[in-house]
């Protein structure tokens, strides 16, 4: 029988902490051989475009397909062994979580030794889950917000500042942000580029997550060049996905052997000595997706949390 979970029920039942907490442990899975995934494909339709990606994990051998086309937005999750569907979830809250989440991880393992700094460039609904994602990762003290409507940006820092116990600042340009954050965050829907890293510190962390097509592009090739590491969140979907990077490997600023994946860092740790700058590209893979659906199916499981369920789909 197939559960249906809404996205009323899944934001009661995980928060950033265990998203960071269950993310990690797919990355770890993924080093481990534990997990097979299948990079974004998309199909345009006369307007809207399909999108979908899949997963596997090994332990609870349970598929996921993601699925999203304008509004609709949700994963499947199949029995390995019977195929029999055992949940369809709605992931409108859980995709945004679970992209925080990653940064989290990220962070945790690639931020510079004490970052106190956390700069924000797109304060939107997707930076919300950045803000917690990293501030529960890393000891920052102070948060720095960057938008170009000086509103949205008032408003942004307004509602964080609530949930987030932190110092905000708001700044008025990219260079001020950039010298002083120790981890940059770039969350936009930018079609060019939105940073050159001209001002950046000599230790950094650079995070960004919205270029996730080949036609967007977050961060310069002069940003890349001055990397010191990179890396990303699943290769075979960067190389078909991340406008910035496939753009740099097409200069030559950057080869796509020497961009590294998150789980080889979460499994051994960052190169030591640390690499002064880094930059995580994060894309949104279908393992993610499977490690938040799957603990919001299991939570609903064992504690009999009352919810659609269906014989036939």
């Not at 199909?43 to 596997?56: E, H, P």
């Not at 803000?131 to 720095?144: G, N, T």
Request: one cysteine or more.
């Amino acid at each position: 029988m197939a559960l249906i979970i809404g996205e009323k029920t899944t934001r009661k039942l995980i928060d950033m902490p265990r998203a960071l907490k269950v993310v990690e442990q797919i990355f770890r899975d993924r080093a481990a051989g534990k997990v097979r995934s299948l990079p974004r494909r998309r199909l345009k339709s006369s307007q809207k475009q399909l999108n979908v990606m899949a997963a596997w994990q090994a332990d609870a051998d349970l598929l996921c397909l993601r699925a999203y086309a304008g509004e609709a937005n949700t994963i499947t999750l199949y029995n390995g062994r019977t195929g029999e569907i055992r949940a369809v979830l709605n992931m409108r809250y859980l995709s945004s979580l679970r992209t925080g989440a990653a940064s989290g991880v990220a962070a945790k393992y690639l931020a510079p030794p004490e970052p106190k700094v956390l700069g924000i460039i797109g304060p939107g609904w997707q930076a919300t889950f950045q803000v917690e994602a990293i501030v529960h990762s890393c000891a920052v003290w102070q948060v720095l917000v960057f938008g170009r409507d000086p509103k949205k940006r008032k408003g942004f820092i307004r509602q964080m500042s609530k949930a987030v116990q932190v110092e905000w600042k708001e700044v008025s340009s990219i260079e001020e942000i950039e010298a002083e954050s120790d981890i940059l965050v770039v969350a936009t829907d930018s079609s060019s580029p939105v940073t050159d890293g001209t001002r950046l510190k000599d230790e950094v962390l650079v995070i960004s997550m919205g270029a996730n097509q080949a036609v967007k592009h977050e961060v310069s090739g002069d940003l890349i060049r001055r990397m010191d590491l990179v890396v990303t969140d699943d290769l075979p979907t960067a190389q078909t996905d991340s406008g910035d990077l496939i753009a740099a490997c097409e200069t030559g600023t950057v080869q796509w052997e020497n961009v590294i994946p998150l789980e080889k860092i979460v499994a051994e740790g960052a190169p030591q000595p640390r690499p002064k700058k880094i930059l995580f590209q994060s894309n949104g893979i279908a393992d993610e997706d499977l490690a938040v659906g799957r603990y919001v199916m299991e939570q609903v499981r064992r504690k009999g949390i009352r919810v659609r369920k269906v014989l036939e789909i």
